[in-house]
């Protein structure tokens, strides 16, 4: 095992890191767009407001129980994609996020800033998003790095929390004064860990260099939507993690042909009235590959929309200013022949946001944790080496985490 997941503690990953501001449940789907903008992973984490009681000091377990889970971009389109909300657009819009968001908290986990980085990825290994780390004054970040005794055990972080308990961890004292900052959290995700350990490649060698194939990272259970079939089918039944469904054209030797995805990374930052009406009406090719502005116009309805001024996500600040006229634009999807019922069939068609991100089963680590990062995406999809349509899987963060802290395979003894 590297030993930068040794000699690293979460609270080297906090550093910088803004505080926490909790979006409660009570707040509507209009501000959760605007705060979704702003957010790692393309998610946030939504919580139940406080208790207030006079001298009540609130613990981990009760802070945990405040937690609901986190909404994402595809949670809030499949919601207004819905027939009464369609109807009545506004009133959506002001609906309590309370009503879209999945129940979770199994989500989000606190954690002590001094927890070792190779346990905060085994947290997160298993299902955790996010990362709830108390801040701390005095936190020297990168000069704490060192926190392994010889004799093996742990050296006590002073930045303890008594509420927390982290298992399996000898603690010793320590005399350097430094203090929590009461109910004042950063929250790490699964983004911030890649983007750490990608400016540590050099102390993860060889695995970085090696190919996803040879390390196991392709994980070949995906969710697929066929191109013909009605894009309302990605809002019945929308998987977790990743969030996300690759819209397929099938082969007749029943392979399948990546030509877009529905997922919450590419919806981030669209104008979400236009990607509902999309998903409601549209077929999953037509809303990844878009429907032409100048032919469509007589069969598509005017879109009311609420504006923020620059009209960035075609929602803002809670005052309707216009009416438009839907358009594949605007949902960042390009199409120059919508009439085409193959939707497979010509891959150059396809450009644009529409085009998934994908990379191929020789592809090395190290790339595709480049192409998440730079693209802000949760997911790289894995195509044939030889055929960079056919899909055989994707890459996820849990996919990659497993990667990097999986004991190295002992080489075979050679034959006499």
Known sequence: MASVFLYHVVGDLTVGKPEMVEFTENETVEAAIRAIGESTECGIAVWRRRSVQKGLIENAEMRHQRFVGILNPLDIVAFLAREDCLNDQEKAMKTPVSEVVVPDNTLLKEVDPGTRLIDALEIMKHGVRRLLVPKSIGWRGMSKRFSILYNGKWLKNPDSNPNITIPAINRTSSSTPTAIIRDKYCCLSREDVIRFLIGCLGALAPVPLSSISSLGAINPNYCSIEALSPAMEAARKIPREPSAFAVVDPTPDGQHKIIGE???????????????????????????????????????????????????????????????????????????????????????????????????????????????????????????????????????????????????????????
Request: overall charge neutral; glycine content about 10%; some cysteine.
């Open 262 to 416: 529905i997922s919450a990374s590419k919806l981030w930052k669209c104008d979400y009235l236009a990607a509902a009406w999309a998903l409601a009406n549209l077929s999953a090719g037509q809303f990844v590959t878009g429907v032409e502005d100048n032919q469509s116009s007589r069969s598509l309805p005017d879109l009311v929309a609420a504006g923020d001024g620059d009209g960035a996500n075609g929602v803002g600040g809670g005052r309707l200013i216009r009416q438009r006229t839907f358009s594949s634009r605007s949902i960042g999807f390009f199409n120059h022949n919508p009439s085409s019922q193959s939707f497979g069939s010509n891959r150059s068609m396809y450009r644009g946001r529409s085009v998934p991100l994908t990379c191929k089963t020789t592809s090395s680590l190290a790339a595709v944790m480049a192409q998440m990062l730079s693209h802000r995406a949760t997911h790289v999809w894995v195509t044939e080496t030889e055929n960079d349509d056919v899909l055989v899987g994707l890459v996820g963060y849990a996919d990659i985490l497993a990667a990097v802290t999986r004991p190295p395979a002992t080489p075979l003894p050679e034959a006499s």
